[in-house]
């Protein structure tokens, strides 16, 4: 008698979970922003301005930050042909430049209830080849918005009708990940994730909601920048293969769960860190 013996491979059941088809997308697009104004800090390129795109698509106004002048007078030209954006440049690791900031978000958009905090760039180096300025940008860029999110809540308090406020963290501040040496970008991260619960706990008699979207790698300018041109596809499917979903993300799958939460389909979510990350949290394929 033979023995029939069974192999069980690990195969990939590949459901097609290509940004395109995802459902729901208009949904999102058609969140009530009507009359509400949404300060984005690190507004001008991906997840930060996918998501000034979905509150304007959904009848609100924008304001975005960002470093390089030119590329945020583009993105604020590209945003007003779908309504009101406005636009403020600031390297927010320079304290210096950082009153200024706050001095125009409070002359100039105080009735702004919605603020999205999603500056901040991943770059790879060797703990052991930290000196302290590179170790002090990232505590500087967390400083920074730490103080600016104080200003923009002064505003919605004084509105008196609450607002809501989504951090941008990552993964890579609840694991580590080989790929690339993260230790200050973790810390950065790490910092986010604990703040958002603090002042979710402290803004609630406000009624501002604060929650936070942890994603994990997502294809936008500074994942693009890590690496050589000619390696991108080779990269991008060895990233892509570490997510069960078996992809990276794209800006929209993680602007659509920012939409969701500065809407008041939210309403009964702050402290919340949210896992948009193609299944990395629950565990990875390597
Ligand atoms: N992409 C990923 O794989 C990934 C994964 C997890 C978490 N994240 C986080 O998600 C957030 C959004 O990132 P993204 O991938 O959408 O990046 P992005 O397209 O480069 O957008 C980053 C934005 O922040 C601004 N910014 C960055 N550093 C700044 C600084 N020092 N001072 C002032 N503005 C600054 C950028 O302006 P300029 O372009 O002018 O510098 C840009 O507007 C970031 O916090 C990032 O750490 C990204």
Known sequence: ??????????ERVAPDLSASQHQGRD?????????????????????????AQQVLAGGGSAVITGRNPDKLRAAVEALTQNGKAWGIAAELTDRLQVPAVRQQLAAEH???NLLVNAAGIFLPRAFSEYDEAFYDS???LNRAMFFITQTVVAGMVAGGEGGSIVNIGAVWAHQGIAAGPHAGY??????VHSLTKALAIELAPHAIRVN???PAAVKTPPYLRQFPEEDLGLTENTFASMHPVGRIGTPEDVAN???????NKASWM????VDVDGGVMAGRNQ
């Open 270 to 273: 702050t402290g919340a860190i």
């Open 212 to 214: 936070a979207v942890v």
């Open 257 to 263: 769960m920012v939409s969701f939460l500065l809407s």
């Open 1 to 10: 008698m033979s023995v029939v013996r069974r192999h069980w491979r690990r």
């Open 110 to 112: 105080a009735d702004a």
């Open 138 to 140: 990232f505590n500087e």
């Open 27 to 51: 949904d999102f697009m058609n969140q009530d922003f009507a009359g509400r104004k949404v300060i984005i800090i690190g507004g001008s390129s991906g997840m930060g301005f996918a998501t």
């Open 186 to 191: 973790s810390v950065q991260k790490g910092g």
